[in-house]
């Protein structure tokens, strides 16, 4: 069954750096979102992405994240300069575009901490 | 703008008893619903979802939940609960096909031996 992968599964930074998470979506699908969830609270949304553009931001998603689709198969979010409070679970998801699934299909997340 | 309420952040039955989780939905357009199961460490599973077809939902695992329009309601049950069922359930809406999907708080099911 296809599924959605991220790499790495858990990433230390130093705060103040760039980090870079890669999610690869499952092939046939065209809408990509980024997911947040800090330790111990609810799963919030970040930023959806369709046709090489974003479709939708939350209030979390500052200047100081960016997404790109570099190379039609990988699906990526960078945080310019980390913050502490950056620390958290960031999961990638992709659906279908019209789909009759309904679903969003979700990666196994990148744990984020930040020191 | 949409949103859910999950009713308790800890629910505790015993091995074998009857699972009930609770979930309040609030949107102003006919919602898609669902509930996904998160286990330690572990991604986020899609456990059942609601598109305004059948309001009795039955999912993987035993679980099936009701859409209740008159009382904003979708809560997820289990006839009989299994220790492997012992996870972190989150209820969640969206207002449209494709679109972002906003999520409650969560509810930490423990099931007793």
């Known amino acids: 069954e296809p599924e959605v992968t991220q790499t790495p599964s858990h990433q230390v930074t130093q705060m103040g750096q760039e980090v870079i998470l890669r999610c690869v979506p499952i092939?046939?699908?065209?809408?990509f979102y980024w997911y947040r969830q800090i330790l111990g609270q609810k799963v919030e949304f970040l930023v959806s992405f369709y046709n090489n553009e974003i479709s939708e931001k939350s209030e979390i998603f500052d200047d100081q994240f960016s997404v790109e689709r570099p190379d039609g198969s990988n699906f990526t979010l960078k945080i310019r300069s980390t913050k502490l409070e950056d620390s958290a679970m960031y999961f990638c998801?992709?659906?279908?575009?019209?789909?009759?699934?309904?679903?969003?299909?979700f990666g196994p997340g990148t744990r984020l901490t930040v020191t | 703008a949409q949103s859910v309420t999950q009713l308790g952040s800890h629910v505790s039955v015993s091995e074998g008893a009857l699972v009930l989780l609770r979930c309040n939905y609030s949107s102003s357009v006919p919602p898609y619903l669902f509930w996904y199961v998160q286990y330690p460490n572990q991604g986020l599973q899609l456990l059942l979802k609601?598109?305004?077809?059948?309001?009795l939902v039955k999912g993987i695992n035993g679980f099936e939940a009701e859409f209740k329009k008159s009382e904003t309601s979708f809560h997820l049950t289990k006839p009989s609960a299994h220790m492997s069922d012992a996870a972190e359930y989150f209820c969640a809406v969206s207002v449209n096909r494709d679109d972002k999907i906003i999520f409650g708080k969560g509810t930490r099911l423990h099931i007793l031996p």
């Open positions: 998801a992709s659906s279908e575009r019209g789909g009759m699934s309904y679903e969003q299909y």
């Open positions: 092939s046939n699908h065209l809408y």
């Open positions: 609601y598109t305004s077809a059948a309001t």
